[in-house]
Structures are given as structure tokens and as C-alpha cells.
């Protein structure tokens, strides 16, 4: 089964500064990886995704995450962090077994942007 | 049209109660899913349909009872729930892809139904 882990819960940054949120999954065939925000009592919003195509992925609102297999990671990133990107984001991985397609989420990092 | 359009938004219901979130989409994607989303957690796979049959059930309770009448629509009939099924439910469709996973791109979320049981 594949897997992903969010390597900090709670991420906080200043307005105007670099974001980086971690990621590792855990596959075991090349994986389709997804990051997802969702922004308070909202439903989950596709920011980007992996598929094989290219290992640097970029997505809406100037996030970008880069695939690196030989660090099982996918690690997303932001230049210059604003108010609105606070939200919870979430690391998800694709499996295609069992008869269907199923997403696994990542257990979320919370981003806090302050002034 | 691009948007999962869940309904109804909120729902307080007693544990005697029947009642149905319904989720509808018209961007001919031939998977459906639904997630059930606890406070301050990830969601969880509940159902998956794909050309309207259930391919997916992960051990969810009875009271919950899964419907995807064709290809837009996809219904969850609830009844006799808990206090602890309160959570966010969340609908979200896809194409289908192949076994390889070739042709999946994500899926689009609904913005949800909150759920209350009293």
C-alpha cells in the first residue's frame, strides 16, 4: 500500500517569506502525487499534481512542488507566502489497486501566515 | 461546468432519522467518491463508484447506504446515525483511469455537507 507523511503539523511564516511544506511518500511503483488545500469549514481544492510527466510541478496561486525519487519526497513551495494562503494543506498519494482509485491523505500541515 | 455541487450544506438530524446528501456533476467523470472528514483530520475513503457500481466499499457501517443512480448523481442515505458520524462529508469525481493509473489527473471535490447527530 503506498502511503504519505506530512513531516510537521503546524508550519508559520511571515508575509512575504518563503513557504515549505514536506512531504515523503512511501510507494512501491511510481507513484501520482497530489497536494490539496483547504481553507476553513471549505471543501479540498487541487493546488498541483504529479503524474510522471515532469519532476518539478507547478500549480495555482505560484505553488510548485518538485518530485525527487531518490528522496521519496515531494516537497511544496511557495516564493512569498500571503494572508489568503493560510489553510490546512494536504500531501496525497494515488493508489489504483482493488478495483478502483482511491486517494490517501497525508495527515495535513496547518499553514499560518502573520503579518 | 467544472464544480461537485453538494446539498444541502448543513444537515442536523436525530438518531431516528432518515435522511440523503445528494452530489451531482456534469463534468462526464465516470468515478464518484465519497469522504467522510472528522475535525482536524484528513478525509477517509468511505465509497467508490465507477460507472455507477460500487467498486470500493472500505467497511463502512450500514447506516450508511451508497446510491449512484447514473452517471451525475451519487446519493448517501443515511439512517439511524450516531452522535460520532457527525463530520464533514465530502463528494469528489474523476475520470476513470487505467490500471496503470494513465489518465488520472485528481479528483474535484464538493465543498461538503457538515453533518450534526443529536
Known amino acids: 500500500a503506498q502511503s504519505v507523511t506530512q513531516l510537521d503539523s503546524h508550519v508559520s511564516v511571515s508575509e512575504g517569506t518563503p513557504v515549505l511544506l514536506r512531504c515523503n511518500y512511501s510507494?512501491?511503483?511510481?507513484?501520482?502525487l497530489f497536494w490539496y488545500v483547504q481553507h476553513p469549514n471549505k471543501g479540498l481544492q487541487l493546488l498541483l499534481k504529479?503524474?510522471?510527466?515532469?519532476?518539478l510541478v507547478k500549480g495555482i496561486n505560484g505553488f510548485e512542488a518538485e518530485f525527487k525519487k531518490s528522496e521519496t519526497s515531494f516537497h511544496l513551495t511557495k516564493p512569498s507566502a500571503h494572508m489568503s494562503d493560510a489553510a490546512e494543506y494536504f500531501c496525497?498519494?494515488?493508489?489504483?489497486?482493488?478495483?478502483?482509485?482511491?486517494?490517501?491523505f497525508g495527515t495535513g500541515t496547518q499553514l499560518k501566515v502573520e503579518l | 461546468d467544472t464544480e461537485v455541487t453538494q446539498t444541502p450544506k448543513h444537515l442536523v438530524m436525530g438518531m431516528t432519522n432518515k435522511k440523503s446528501l445528494k452530489c451531482e456533476q456534469h463534468?462526464?467523470?465516470?468515478?464518484m467518491y465519497w469522504y467522510k472528514q472528522k475535525a482536524k483530520k484528513p478525509p477517509e475513503l468511505m465509497f467508490v463508484?465507477?460507472?455507477?457500481?460500487?467498486?470500493i466499499n472500505e467497511s463502512v457501517p450500514s447506516r450508511f447506504s451508497p446510491e449512484c443512480p447514473n452517471s451525475s448523481l451519487l446519493n448517501l442515505h443515511l439512517h439511524a446515525l450516531q452522535p460520532e458520524d457527525s463530520a464533514l462529508y465530502l463528494c469528489?469525481?474523476?475520470?476513470?483511469?487505467?490500471?496503470?493509473?494513465?489518465?488520472?489527473?485528481?479528483?474535484?471535490f464538493g465543498s461538503g455537507t457538515r453533518l450534526t447527530v443529536v
Open positions: 469528489a469525481s474523476s475520470q476513470v483511469p487505467s490500471l496503470d493509473g494513465q489518465g488520472f489527473y485528481g479528483y474535484t
Open positions: 504529479y503524474t510522471s510527466a515532469a519532476t
Open positions: 463508484y465507477s460507472y455507477e457500481k460500487l467498486s
Open positions: 510507494s512501491s511503483y511510481s507513484p501520482s
Open positions: 496525497v498519494v494515488s493508489d489504483f489497486t482493488g478495483g478502483g482509485n482511491k486517494l490517501t
Open positions: 463534468m462526464g467523470h465516470r468515478a
